[in-house]
C-alpha cells in the first residue's frame, strides 16, 4: 500500500462502532480504523495532527503492551498507524456517507488528521488458507462482561445474582436503543459448558443487537437491521450457511435441514472459542474455574435444573478464557473503583505535575503494565495502590468491550489448525479486536451509569404493576407470570 498514491476508489466501506470508522480494501486483505468525533463538537477541529498522531499511537502501545501480553499474542493484532493524504480521507468520508448506519451519524469521520490506523482484515483468511472455492465465514461476537462481581463494595445485593448485560438490556429498552430484550446471556458464552454456550449462542442470532456480525467473504450478511424493529433474516443466513454444512441435509432426516445448519454452525463458533487451551498429562485440556463468582445468572433463560456441577469451565488459553481473567482484573467493581479515583484526583489537584510520572494518560509501556501486574492487594491508602487498581479497572474495562472475531473456511485434509469436528473440516483464526484504552475521565460516568442500569433494573422487575395492570395480572396469571 504505497501511502502517496492513495485512492479512494481502491476501499470501501466495512463497518463502525461508537469511536471509530472501519474502510476495506478492495483487493488487499486490509482495512483502516478511522477516528470519528461528535458531529456538534467542533474541538476536535482544533486537534493538532500531532496530538491525533499521539492518540493514535497510545492504542497501538495499549494493544502492544499491555493487552498483548495480558490476553495472548496469538489473538492480538494491534496494527500500525500511517499518516494519510487529507485529500484522500476527505473524499473516503463523502464516500462512505451514504452506507452508514443512521444510529451511527451522530458522530463524523476524522478529516482533519490524516492519521489512522492499519490492521489486517480480520474477516478474511490469509491467501494460502483458501484453496476451497468457498469464501471464508467470519463471526464477529462482543461478548460483554462474563462474571458477576464478588467485590465487598457492592452495596445492591441483586449485582451478586443478575449480570451487568442482563441489567442493562431494561435500560436499553427503556431509552429507546434496541426494540427487543436479547435473551443472551455473556454468563452462559463463558461457562464452558457446551449445553449453555450453545444457548447462548442460539439467543445471539435471535437477537443480535451489537453482539453478533457475520460476513462471508469480507461482506457483512448478517446482524441487527438498521430499523431495530425489523428482526434479521435467519433463513436467509441458512441459505448463505449450506455450502458450508452440505452433509447435514441428511441430519434430522431433513425434516428441518435448516435447523441443522444452525446446530452446526454453533458447533463450529463453540470449538473455535473453546480451542487453543493447552493439555494436562492425560490429555485433557487445563480448566479455568470462577471460584471467586457465582457462575450463573438469575436472569439467563438456560433453565436451572439443566445446570450442573459438572466439571465446566474453560480450557485454560482459550480465548474466552484470556478475555474472562482480564475483566476479573476488575476485583473492587466500579462502587470499589469510584472512591480511590475520588483519591488519585485529590492528589492530583494537589500536585498537578505527578500527572505524567503515574501514567494517568499512558504512555501505556513497559512501565504501565508493571503496575497493572504488581498492585498489591490490600490497601495502604497510598495513591500508588489507588492509580494502580485505576489502571487495572481501566484495563478491565476494555476486556468487557471488545469484540472476538473467528474466521473460518473449509479445508483439506492435511491443513494444520483445523477444528476437531467430525465432519466438515474447517481452517479457522480467532483474533480479538477493539482493545482501546479507556479513558480514566470515564469513570464517574461508569459510576453513574451503574447505579442508574441497577436502579433501573430493579425498578423495572420489583416494582408492584399499577393498578389496572393489576387487576389484569390477577385475572390471567398464566399470561403475566414473572420471568
Ligand atoms: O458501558 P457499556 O457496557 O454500555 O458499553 C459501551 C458500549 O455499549 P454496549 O452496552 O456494548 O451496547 C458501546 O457500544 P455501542 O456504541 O453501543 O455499539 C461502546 O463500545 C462503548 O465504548 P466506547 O465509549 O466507544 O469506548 C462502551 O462503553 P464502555 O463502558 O466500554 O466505555
Ligand atoms: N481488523 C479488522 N478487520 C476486519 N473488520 C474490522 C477490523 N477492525 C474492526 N473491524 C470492523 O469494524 C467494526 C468497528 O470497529 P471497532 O469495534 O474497532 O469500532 P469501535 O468504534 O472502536 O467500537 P465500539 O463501539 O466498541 O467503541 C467492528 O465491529 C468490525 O466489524
Not at 138 to 143: D, L, M, S, T
Request: proline share 7%.
Amino acid at each position: 500500500m504505497e501511502l502517496d498514491k492513495m485512492d479512494e476508489n481502491d476501499w470501501k466501506y466495512h463497518g463502525e462502532g461508537n469511536k471509530s470508522l472501519v474502510v476495506s480494501h478492495l483487493q488487499h486483505c486490509r482495512v483502516l480504523r478511522l477516528l470519528k468525533f461528535p458531529s456538534e463538537d467542533s474541538a476536535h477541529t482544533r486537534q493538532t495532527a500531532e496530538q491525533a498522531f499521539r492518540h493514535i499511537l497510545n492504542i497501538v502501545d495499549y494493544s502492544k503492551y499491555v493487552m498483548k501480553p495480558l490476553l495472548g499474542e496469538k489473538y492480538i493484532h494491534s496494527g500500525e498507524v500511517v499518516k494519510l493524504p487529507l485529500d484522500f480521507v476527505r473524499q473516503l468520508s463523502l464516500k462512505v456517507q451514504q452506507e452508514r448506519p443512521e444510529l451511527r451519524c451522530d458522530k463524523v469521520m476524522d478529516t482533519f488528521s490524516g492519521c489512522g490506523l492499519c490492521l489486517p482484515n480480520l474477516t478474511q483468511l490469509p491467501l494460502h488458507h483458501l484453496r476451497d472455492h468457498r469464501p471464508p465465514i467470519c463471526v464477529e461476537i462482543k461478548p460483554k462482561c462474563g462474571f458477576l462481581p464478588f467485590s465487598r463494595h457492592i452495596t445492591k445485593e441483586c449485582k451478586r445474582k443478575v449480570c451487568r448485560f442482563c441489567m442493562h438490556q431494561h435500560y436499553k429498552l427503556a431509552n429507546g436503543k434496541w426494540k427487543r430484550l436479547s435473551r443472551y446471556c455473556p454468563l452462559d458464552l463463558f461457562s464452558g459448558s457446551k449445553q449453555r454456550m450453545y444457548v447462548a449462542l442460539k439467543n445471539l442470532l435471535e437477537e443480535p443487537q451489537n453482539n453478533l456480525k457475520i460476513f462471508k467473504g469480507g461482506e457483512l450478511i448478517f446482524s441487527c437491521k438498521d430499523d431495530a424493529k425489523q428482526q434479521p433474516d435467519l433463513n436467509d443466513l441458512i441459505q448463505h450457511l449450506w455450502p458450508y454444512f452440505p452433509h447435514s441435509n441428511g441430519l434430522y432426516n431433513s425434516h428441518q435441514p435448516g435447523k441443522a445448519v444452525l446446530n452446526e454452525f454453533i458447533q463450529v463458533i463453540c470449538s473455535s472459542l473453546l480451542s487453543g487451551g493447552d493439555s494436562n498429562r492425560s490429555g485433557e485440556p487445563r480448566k479455568m474455574h470462577l471460584s471467586e463468582s457465582r457462575p450463573h445468572c438469575e436472569a439467563s433463560p438456560f433453565p436451572r435444573d439443566l445446570l450442573r456441577n459438572g466439571n465446566h469451565g474453560l480450557p485454560k488459553d482459550s480465548v474466552l478464557s484470556k478475555i474472562l481473567q482480564v475483566q476479573m482484573l476488575d476485583n473492587l467493581d466500579i462502587e470499589g473503583i469510584y472512591p480511590l479515583y475520588k483519591r488519585v484526583e485529590q492528589y492530583l489537584e494537589e500536585f498537578p505535575k505527578e500527572r505524567n510520572r503515574l501514567q494517568i494518560d499512558g504512555p501505556y509501556n513497559e512501565s504501565f503494565m508493571d503496575t497493572v501486574k504488581n498492585c498489591p492487594t490490600e490497601d495502604d491508602g497510598s495513591v500508588e495502590y489507588a492509580v494502580g487498581k485505576v489502571h487495572q479497572y481501566r484495563v478491565a474495562m476494555t476486556a468487557k468491550d471488545c469484540s472476538i472475531m473467528i474466521t473460518f473456511a473449509p479445508c483439506e485434509e492435511d491443513e494444520e489448525h483445523q477444528l476437531n469436528l467430525e465432519k466438515p473440516r474447517f481452517t479457522y483464526s480467532v483474533s480479538i479486536l477493539d482493545l482501546d484504552p479507556k479513558p480514566y475521565e470515564g469513570i464517574p460516568h461508569q459510576y453513574k451509569l451503574d447505579t442508574k442500569i441497577v436502579n433501573y433494573y430493579l425498578r423495572s422487575t420489583q416494582a408492584p404493576p399499577p393498578s389496572s395492570l393489576y387487576k389484569e395480572r390477577q385475572e390471567c396469571t398464566l399470561l403475566f407470570h414473572a420471568v
